[in-house]
């Protein structure tokens, strides 16, 4: 069974900075493009970026651009979203996701931004 | 970026009878690989999204038979044959042609 469980959600002041992990398991993890989705509250749903099998192609929405980093880590199953100079705008639930095209999804990480 | 509509934004059902929300995308979602890549996703109150069809009308594992989807090019459609109480939350398309980025469309919240 497949499963991905977000982690590192919290309240920041903007500015600030967060640092968001997903666990996977029950894939091979090192096979599968890997990707952030964010919904804001009572919001639609938002790509954020992802990452390809070796972390040689990363992309990013252009509201993250120069804020964001996605990276991974192959031999953790782990996928991690390091999120600086937070803005309220970013208050959201962070969902990680199998594959460019979202086949399956965590439970999500809350992010508050606010002072 | 390739932007997605949905209506209805919001679809009152009776159970037992059918629904059907509709997907535009402001282009075509077919790829050089000849697939379309439109997926629709449901929430349910609380939950997070669950994928229900991928490439247009493929259903995916566990997912009930009333679920339906189809279209092509620029309209998609989404079909419920017989609503049932499980069925309430928000129901998303998604294009996963032209990315980045893949886009969602707005939703659209099914309540009875």
């Known amino acids: ?115 | 970026d390739v932007v997605m509509t949905q209506s209805p934004l919001s679809l009152p059902v009776t159970l037992g009878q059918p629904a059907s929300i509709s997907c535009r995308s402001s282009q075509s979602l077919v790829h050089s690989d000849g697939n379309t890549y439109l997926n629709w996703f449901q929430q349910r109150p609380g939950q997070s999204p669950r994928r229900l069809i991928y490439k247009v009308s493929n259903r995916d594992s566990g997912v009930p038979d009333r679920f339906s989807g189809s279209g092509s090019g620029t309209d998609f459609t989404l079909k419920i044959s017989r609503v049932e109480a499980e069925d309430v939350g928000v129901y998303y398309c998604m294009q996963g042609t032209h990315w980045p980025p893949c886009t969602f469309g707005p939703g659209t919240k099914v309540d009875i």
């Open chain 1, 1 to 115: 069974e497949v499963q991905l469980v977000e982690s590192g959600g919290g309240l920041v002041q903007p500015g600030g900075s967060l640092r968001l992990s997903c666990a996977a398991s029950g894939f091979t993890f090192s096979t599968y493009w890997m990707t952030w989705v964010r919904q804001a509250p009572g919001k639609g749903l938002e790509w954020v970026a992802n990452i390809k099998q070796d972390g040689s192609e990363k992309y990013y929405v252009d509201s993250v651009k120069g804020r964001f980093t996605i990276s991974r880590d192959n031999a953790k199953n782990s996928l991690y979203l390091q999120m600086n100079n937070l803005r309220a705008e970013d208050s959201a639930v962070y969902y990680c996701a199998r594959e460019v095209r979202c086949r399956d999804w965590g439970q999500g990480t809350l992010v508050t931004v606010s002072s």
